[in-house]
C-alpha cells in the first residue's frame, strides 16, 4: 500500500466538503433540476393529452399531419435543444470550474494501487 493513498483519500475529502465543491454542486443543480422538471413536464402533458383529449391530438393541422405528431416531433426537437443548451452551458460555466477544483487536488496524479 502506498504513503500516497491517505494523503490523496485526505484531499479528495477535504475538496468535497469545500466551499467551492459546494458552489459547484449548487451550479449543476441549479441548471439541470429545473430543465429536468420542465421537460418532464412537457413529457407527461404529451402523455396525458394522447390519453385525454385524443380528438384534440387527432386536429389535422394540413394534410394528415396533425397535432399530435407535431408534438411528438416537438419532443424529439426538445430533447435536442436541451441538450445544444446543456453543452453550451456546460463549457462555459461549469467546465472551468470543475477544472480549476481538479487541478486543485491534482487530478493529474494517478494513486497506486496494489493487485
Known amino acids: 500500500m502506498s504513503n500516497e493513498a491517505p494523503t490523496l483519500g485526505e484531499r479528495y475529502i477535504a475538496v468535497q466538503e ?3 465543491f459546494g458552489e459547484l ?8 433540476f429545473p430543465v429536468t422538471a420542465f421537460f418532464l413536464a412537457w413529457y407527461f402533458l404529451y402523455v396525458l393529452l394522447s390519453i385525454f383529449a385524443s380528438d384534440f391530438m ?7 399531419i396533425n397535432i399530435g405528431l ?6 424529439f426537437v426538445t430533447t435536442f435543444a436541451i441538450t445544444i443548451i446543456y453543452v453550451r ?7 472551468p470550474r470543475a ?12 494513486p497506486e494501487v496494489d493487485g
Open 58 to 64: 387527432g386536429t389535422e393541422v394540413f394534410g394528415n
Open 18 to 20: 469545500s466551499e467551492e
Open 25 to 32: 454542486r449548487r451550479k449543476f443543480r441549479g441548471f439541470v
Open 70 to 75: 407535431l408534438l411528438g416531433l416537438g419532443q
Open 89 to 95: 452551458w456546460a463549457n462555459r460555466v461549469f467546465d
Open 99 to 110: 477544472e480549476a477544483l481538479a487541478s486543485s487536488i491534482g487530478s493529474d496524479e494517478t
